[in-house]
Structures are given as C-alpha cells and as structure tokens.
C-alpha cells in the first residue's frame, strides 16, 4: 500500500475513524481552507511559480452516488485529479486549485493568477504557455 491509510494512524491521534469524520467534516465546513489562508502571511512575492502535478485516484474512487464535484478525472493514467499550485520565492505554497485530471494546466491558470498577489516575475513551463496568460499576467503586474 502506498500513502497513509486512516487504520494506519498513530494511536496518539486517537480513533482513526473520529480523524477521518473529522477531517471530512472540517473538509466540507471550509475550515481546512481558511487553516491554509490565515497560514499564508506575508509571502515573498519576488519570484512567483505555477505548475500542476497529477495525483493517482483509487480504481474505486468515481463511485459515490454524490451530486458534489469531487474534482475526479479521466486522462492518459486512468481516474486523476490534479492539483494547480502557486509557490512564492521560498516555495511556500499560497494558492491551489484542484481539478479532474482530464483539465489542462492553461485552463486554471486564470483563475490561479487572479488569486495571487502581484509580484516581480512568474514562471511557469510551457503548458501555460499562451497569449491569452501572457496578457492577464502582465496587466496583473
């Protein structure tokens, strides 16, 4: 098995099945998001970097009977989601998008650049390599 499973917790943490109902709760209450948000102060925004990387979704994960997005994809690696990160000088993230892994890197990138701060200099690699990003990265500063 790779990764942590919830059984797989130390017992420090408690029941694994208390985290995990917590973790779902605090995931769907927005609390998790605003965690991140209060943790990102003050970041360095000389150098600002963007890319997305694919994580591996479980064969079984597409069948819940839910009507929530669950940001589950299908691309050349079977079901993925992927998730679009902006880093500062530090490599510190201070925005993320999560997405189907079917969604290509240019297709967040608009609304991953809206959310960041202005900054010296973006970098980013050719899947956002278009006009249409060069425009909204230079009238964003």
């Given amino acids: 098995r790779t990764g942590c499973q919830w059984r797989d917790l130390p ?17 769907a209450g927005g609390k998790l998001m605003r965690a991140f948000s209060t943790l990102v102060k003050d970041p360095d925004v000389e150098w600002l970097f963007i890319d997305g990387s694919y994580v591996k979704a479980h064969q079984d994960s597409t069948g819940a009977a839910t009507q ?6 299908k691309s050349r690696a079977g079901n993925t989601s ?3 990160l902006a880093v500062d000088a ?13 969604v290509h890197d240019s297709t967040e990138a608009q609304a991953l650049i809206d959310d960041l701060p202005a900054g010296g200099a973006l970098v980013a ?15 964003k500063g």
């Fill in 68 to 73: 929530v997005a669950e940001a589950i994809g």
């Fill in 125 to 139: 690699d050719k899947g956002y390599d278009s006009e249409r990003i060069r425009e909204q990265v230079e009238a």
């Fill in 90 to 102: 530090y490599g510190l993230p201070i925005g993320f998008r999560i997405t189907g892994g079917e």
């Fill in 11 to 27: 017992e420090a943490f408690g029941p694994w099945n208390t985290v995990y109902k917590r973790f779902n709760a605090w995931s």
């Fill in 82 to 84: 992927k998730i679009h």
